[in-house]
């Protein structure tokens, strides 16, 4: 459904509709992409390559609710992002999981309570299953209250036991709007590093 890059490794945004992957992914490039003002925008992917180097950065689209598109094209798209993330496994260096740290608590619960198994927990234990590198971009801290207590209660949904702070090269405090994102970049460039790619630090 959705074109790989044609060069050989990338970094890959995913994440619900709506938690700031396009914003963020204008902070990695330097570029402007057009970011919507209402969730499901991006309903492909939005891609940057770096030829010299064999490295792109795709911004995949998001899942879950988009206003405007029906449920089937939204299967599609999740489905389509599952096989992407499957099928490229073994190019894709890292994957940076974004997610709203302001509502990831509230939703992820919502969910639970109902028996059901929250997408972005889904999703996250995919990548791992197929052993991408993962960090997580908690996104919009500039709305949260609480940091520490939010990102504590965040790594515990993932599955990383608090303090969130043991888990600084996954769990990754963020406000892209804002160009807060040393602290991801600084988790990215230890993914990267670890395989040997410190060729690709220069851009984060």
Not at 67 to 78: A, L, P
Not at 147 to 154: E, M, N, V
Request: proline content about 5%; charged content about 30%; overall charge negative.
């Amino acid at each position: 459904m959705f074109e790989p890059p044609s060069v050989d490794d990338e970094v890959v945004l995913v994440g619900r509709s709506n938690v700031g992957k396009t914003t963020l992914m204008r902070e990695i490039v330097g570029r402007k992409y057009d970011v919507g003002k209402r969730p499901g925008v991006t309903l492909e992917p939005n891609r940057y390559e770096w030829n010299a180097e064999s490295f792109a950065v795709t911004d995949l689209p998001g899942f879950g609710f988009m206003s405007g598109v029906d449920e089937n094209r939204r299967e599609e798209i999740k489905d389509g992002i599952v096989r992407y993330l499957e099928e490229n496994a073994d190019s894709i260096l890292v994957a940076v999981h974004v997610i709203d740290a302001s509502a990831f608590i509230e939703i992820v619960d919502r969910w639970e309570s109902r028996g059901e198994v929250p997408h972005d927990v889904d999703l996250h234990g995919f990548l791992l299953d197929i052993d991408v590198p993962v960090v997580v971009a908690a996104n919009k801290m500039d709305k949260v209250e609480d940091r520490d207590d939010t990102l504590d209660g965040i790594a515990e949904r993932l599955g990383y036991p608090p303090p969130w702070r043991q888990w600084d090269e996954v769990i990754a405090p963020t406000c892209a709007k804002r160009g807060a994102t040393d602290a991801l970049f600084g988790a990215i460039r230890e993914k990267l590093s670890a395989q040997g790619r410190d060729d690709l630090l220069k851009f984060f």
